[in-house]
């Protein structure tokens, strides 16, 4: 690999710039290709729509895709979020913690990562989840999960997650269902969040919550 | 944290650009194929230098120190290598992947 491709490649990594790097393996020629170009190579283009590098067929051509890390927004700084954005930042998310009330997202327990204390509706929508983007709400408290869920509901994020009881995620639905959702969307919502492993600790509530966003993510979709 | 990555420093491309600033010989090895059940997926790289001091992965260990030696010898001759690694393998006695899959690794100097 010539320095300069790997100058390039490092640059666009750092701008979250999705791009696929095409290698002639017999001869180590490459080309860089950068997802928003105009008018790539229709195996480039699928390559970087599928997020997945490949050998092609003739086995001679090695297709490298660079992808953004998916993103995970967690809505509410309370005690889950602290393993929960640890492991989910160690599992390679780029992780925005939403929290208005000052108090518990700039407390004492300082997040270690990128901290928003605008309104969680105001903040998704800066956000703006794509089709890469994990959404949990976890604050229990209507006044800041809904706004957060609309956002999301009305996005392509790939996994929607609410923390609550069996009962408090009913009310929700009923909430929801007021402003005019209805059950597909509530199909995409996890609650109560996270794979059924008889969590306990804020610590076992986040590896069931992070399991089931990659579960979301790279789960074969039903047939 | 937070940035998407494990750690910065750890990062094979980021470790292979600030190895190569600092004059040290640098190749990088990725997977590029993979049949049946494989630790790592195509994409892993694995980064070294001319010493053999390296980070990153390419399997679960079973391969790195093959994979090392034809990283220093790419670094050494500058031609690029495909190599192969499965159980049923001629190598499979020396080198081979535990879990009976199998691997192909691009290895390249960066130059």
Known sequence: MKAAILERLLALRAATRACALETILATGAQTLFVADDAALPAHIAAALAADRSALAADGRVFVHVFSPPLRLIVVGAVHIAQPLVAMASLAAFAVTLVDPRRAFAEGDHRFAVTVSTDWPDEALEALAPDARTAVVTLTHDPKLDDPALVVALRSRAFYIGALGSRRTHAARLARLADLGFGETDFARIHGPVGLDIGALSPSEIAVSILAQIIAARRAEPPA | ?111
Do not use: H
Not at chain 2, 45 to 57: C, E, K, N, P, Y
């Open chain 2, 1 to 111: 944290m937070g940035d998407g990555k494990l750690n910065p420093t750890d990062d094979p491309l980021d470790l292979a650009a600030r190895w190569r600033a600092a004059g040290r010989g640098v190749a990088l090895a990725t997977v590029v194929s993979t049949w049946g059940s494989s630790p790592r997926p195509v994409g892993s790289q694995l980064v070294a230098d001319t010493s053999g001091t390296f980070a990153g992965s390419v399997s679960g260990g079973c391969i790195e120190g093959a994979v090392i030696r034809e990283a220093q010898a790419a670094i050494a001759d500058g031609k690029p290598r495909l190599l192969e690694f499965g159980v049923s393998n001629e190598q499979a006695w020396e080198v081979g992947l535990a879990c009976g899959g199998r691997v192909q690794v691009y290895v390249e100097r960066l130059g």
